[in-house]
């Protein structure tokens, strides 16, 4: 191939003209209004180069916003595509592309973003912490994170999208079959994007084990900080085998390696295995922060203590540990035989217990509870009904011998939307509406938001319950079109109608934050939701330290014990603050790592030493740097005290 | 900077005992990255397509000076870090040299045997096995040259700013990465290497 040709899209089209165009605008019409309000010092200082947790949950919480559109763009399109039978819409080589981006865009870039996101806020607040433990590594995280998914996003304009599926199966994901750069892409970055997850995940560890306030013991933490150590704990010991795997497949394609090819000893097994290694602890690195969350709402909003906290972290660790040993039920079908089917039949059916657990006690709260319905209550409520459906369907799925009828059909999509958007979607919505007053001060609109429930609740329900009986009768998933006489047709047509209604849906969630930041009250004072948690114990907007004075904690819901039985939080003498300085320089390391992925995935190996070289002087910097913070002399921690309510 | 004066150098301050547990965290990772790469390796172990097996190409005279100079290496820079204890900065910097030559000659034998299996026909794209094998030793030796640069900026901050909490922290937790090679590479001496002669 000539070297320029590598940069063309494979099937151009007017979409993609579109959005080309599109790109740019948006780029042009950032640089122009950033440059034209002056803000460039501004978004420096105060955001590029910032290592405070909250700021950096922020601008998680702004990339997985942006990368749930980016994702639901891909699904309204699969949608319109397959809603009429025989459509032209889009060409298969087009509908291969959206529907691997969608998938890796919404887990890797929008549903772990939103995860980070609402970790990196609350768990230092909610544990009573100055910051993490590694505010530096957090902010590199975060931007191996971004740009990341920046080179993802660009694959559709410069070179073309993978196209063989978010778990990219080899031999189609070898170079024979998928010739494009599509498929580099996805090794590269979600290499790099992994790189910063990893480094999240031992952040968190060290900080949820160390820097807890004093009196708040392993048993006396919240749950939602409960289930991200948890969570964690399963992203370092998972992540490890991604970045292996995504390496061999790398060297496969770019260096001619052996591992997953079809001659030569390849094993295209091996990548199957590895990926389902990683890619089933993750499913659950994203469903228990969701369990954290709904566990902190559900008490809040039903006036009650959480029903059966030991049995919930028991169940928290035995899913993380089951999470290990069920990968296999991800190919049933691929030929392992019926001893190894079995066995991990039994470890998938087994996961329904810990799950089922916890749904109880959640019940069992809300049992005799004074019901609040708010708007993070009500994603709450609705989450647990259909939830339980697309769990259910799962442990059909789980069965190895039914396995074979639902394997790759629609009913398998059915099952997994059904788990993954009231899992971790509605929690993460839930979460959002329920912290947003801490993070920015005011109230999402109640009256907006229940709207967008009901609308994406309902949505849910329409665009995928009619895909079990599409399933059942045949309708392979990734297929882009099929003929009429299938009698497939009304089924992704209600499918489709469903798409647009979650759309809509999330469109009033945009609308929401635009009324609510114009209209809202900002007087609700630091605890509106009369919540239970430490978050809710400090000033909002919460000062650079989080908290002036150390809280001393005595039971699992320590500010609920305050309120209610008078248990002093805070005492003692205010004094200086530790902080840690803000810095360039993981940006920049970030934005080299980008230029470095961008270079192999063209094969462009001088562009790719000079940035290997760059990312090695920025560790050697860091190497050599002595930076040890600054301090908030003792004056201006009470100045800011005081402006903010008084002393806490 | 609170520094507490009865725990040893390397564990004084707040931050310091931050960083060698979340240091621990980190070799949690990547006895992950490793176990991955021992579990494809013994997997493909036999996949040599119309390659040369293991018994083949591997020589065990090369693997005996790489076994004997990283564990050397391993015991010299436990020396370093008792040193460290001692508050002696000219044996610190001694052993810690040591240690580096050790894994610069580890390094160098390395690279020789990488030559001569690419000359004897086992290239990285030869075979499922071949890929494996040198993605496996070249995974443990990138590490290995990484520990080097690592180590040299650490020896240079010692000498410039003496044994401080921080440089001594910076020591300690590169001692840990280093007997953690060295505890890979006993795996690889013993799973790849005895076990593809045998």
Redesign the interface.
């Given at each position: 191939m000539d070297f320029f040709d590598r940069f063309a899209i494979p099937h151009p089209s007017p979409v993609i003209y579109a959005s080309m165009v599109a790109i740019t605008l948006t780029l042009v019409a950032i640089v122009a209004g950033v440059t034209y309000t002056k803000k460039w010092g501004y978004l420096w200082r105060e955001w590029l180069t910032t290592v405070d947790h909250k700021r950096i949950g922020m601008m998680y919480l702004i990339s997985a916003l942006l990368m749930l559109f980016r994702g639901g763009a891909d699904a309204i399109m699969m949608r319109a595509q397959t809603a009429l039978p025989e459509n032209t819409l889009l060409d298969s080589q087009h509908y291969n592309e959206i529907f691997t981006t969608h998938g890796v865009v919404m887990i890797i870039f929008m549903a772990m973003a939103f995860i980070m996101a609402l970790m990196n806020f609350v768990v230092p607040l909610q544990i009573g912490a100055r910051d993490v433990?590694?505010p530096r590594l957090n902010a590199l995280s975060f931007w191996l994170y971004f740009w990341g998914a920046m080179l993802f996003n660009i694959s559709f304009v410069i070179g073309g999208s993978p196209d063989a599926g978010w778990t990219s199966y080899f031999p189609l994901a070898g170079n024979e079959f998928s010739q494009s750069v599509g498929t580099n892409y996805y090794m590269i970055a979600i290499q790099i994007a992994g790189l910063g997850t990893?480094i999240t995940?031992?952040?968190f560890?060290?900080t949820i084990?160390?820097?807890r306030a004093p009196g708040m013991t392993l048993m006396k933490m919240p749950m939602f900080t409960w289930s991200a150590l948890i969570t964690n704990l399963i992203i370092?010991?998972?992540?490890?085998?991604l970045?292996?795997?995504l390496?061999?497949g790398t060297?496969?394609r770019l260096?001619?390696?052996?591992?997953f090819?079809t001659?030569?000893?390849?094993?295209d097994m091996?990548w199957a295995n590895?990926f389902w290694?990683w890619g089933h602890p993750e499913v659950y690195i994203l469903i228990l922060p969701a369990f954290g969350i709904y566990s902190e709402i559900i008490p809040t909003f039903a006036r009650r203590n959480l029903y059966g906290y030991k049995s919930m972290v028991a169940s928290i660790v035995l899913i993380s540990v089951l999470s290990f040993v069920v990968w296999v039920h991800h190919f049933f079908t691929m030929g392992q035989g019926a001893m190894v089917n079995s066995i991990f039949s039994i470890t998938t059916m087994a996961i329904a217990i810990p799950t089922g657990i916890k749904i109880f006690n959640w019940l069992f709260t809300l049992w005799k509870g004074k019901i609040t319905i708010t708007v993070p209550m009500l994603y709450s409520l609705g989450f647990i009904p259909i939830f339980t459906i697309g769990g259910v369907t799962g442990v059909m799925l789980g069965m190895s011998a039914a396995d074979y009828q639902y394997h790759n059909t629609m009913f398998l999509v059915a099952h997994f939307h059904l788990v993954i958007i009231p899992g971790v979607v509605f929690a993460m919505l839930a979460g959002l509406t329920y912290w947003w007053p801490k993070m920015f001060g005011f109230m999402l609109n109640e009256r907006i938001g229940k709207l967008s429930f009901w609308l994406i609740s309902i949505g849910t329900c329409v665009a995928f319950f009619p895909m079990f009986i599409s399933g059942l009768d045949g309708q392979a998933r990734r297929m882009y079109t099929y003929s009429e006489a299938t009698g497939f047709g009304i089924w992704n047509m209600l499918s489709f109608v469903g798409a647009i209604m979650l759309a809509a849906g999330f469109v009033t969630i945009v609308y929401n934050i635009y009324y609510s930041t114009r209209y809202a009250s900002r007087d609700i004072g630091s605890d509106p939701w009369d919540a239970r948690s430490l978050e809710w114990a400090t000033h909002t907007p919460v000062p650079d330290y989080n908290f002036a004075i150390t809280p001393q904690v005595n039971s699992s819901e320590a500010f609920w014990d305050s309120k209610k039985n008078g248990h002093k939080l805070f005492s003692g003498e205010y004094k200086e603050i530790?902080m840690p300085n803000n810095s360039g320089v993981p940006f920049i390391m970030s934005a080299i790592f980008f230029v470095l992925g961008f270079s192999l995935v063209f094969s462009i190996w001088v562009l790719a030493v000079i940035a290997l070289l760059g990312i090695?002087a920025c560790l050697?910097h860091r190497?050599?740097e002595?930076d040890?913070g600054y301090h908030i002399p003792v004056e201006e921690v009470k100045e800011t005290e005081e402006k903010l309510g008084g002393a806490r | 900077?609170k520094v507490d004066q009865t725990k040893p150098l390397e564990y004084s301050t707040e931050q310091n005992?931050?960083n060698i547990?979340?240091f621990w965290?980190?070799l949690?990772?990547?006895i992950?990255?490793f176990a991955?790469?021992f579990a494809?390796y013994f997997?493909?172990e036999g996949?040599?397509?119309?390659?040369p097996s293991g018994s083949e190409i591997f020589e065990i005279t090369p693997v005996i000076f790489e076994t004997f100079i990283l564990l050397t290496s391993s015991f010299t820079i436990g020396l370093g870090v008792h040193a460290m204890r001692l508050m002696n900065k000219k044996a610190t910097i001694t052993f810690f040299s040591i240690t580096l030559l050790l894994g610069l000659a580890f390094v160098g034998f390395e690279v020789v045997e990488f030559f001569t299996y690419i000359e004897e026909g086992a290239a990285?794209?030869?075979?499922?096995?071949?890929?494996?094998l040198l993605?496996t030793l070249g995974t443990h030796g990138a590490h290995v040259t990484f520990g080097l640069?690592?180590g040299l900026?650490?020896l240079?901050?010692i000498k410039k700013r003496g044994l401080t909490p921080?440089t001594a922290n910076?020591s300690f937790i590169f001692s840990l990465y280093w007997h953690f090679l060295d505890v890979v590479w006993i795996f690889i001496f013993s799973f790849v290497y005895l076990k593809g002669m045998m």
């Open positions: 433990a590694f990893l995940g031992i952040n560890i060290v084990l160390k820097m370092v010991f998972a992540f490890p085998v970045t292996v795997a390496a061999m060297i496969d260096f001619g390696g052996n591992f090819t001659t030569d000893g390849g094993m091996l590895l290694v530790h090695f050697a190497s050599f002595q040890h | 900077m005992n931050l547990l979340g965290m980190f949690g990772a990547e992950m990255l991955t790469l494809s997997t493909l996949w040599t397509g119309s390659g990285l794209q030869t075979s499922a096995f071949t890929s494996i993605s640069f690592w900026f650490i240079i901050q921080e910076k």
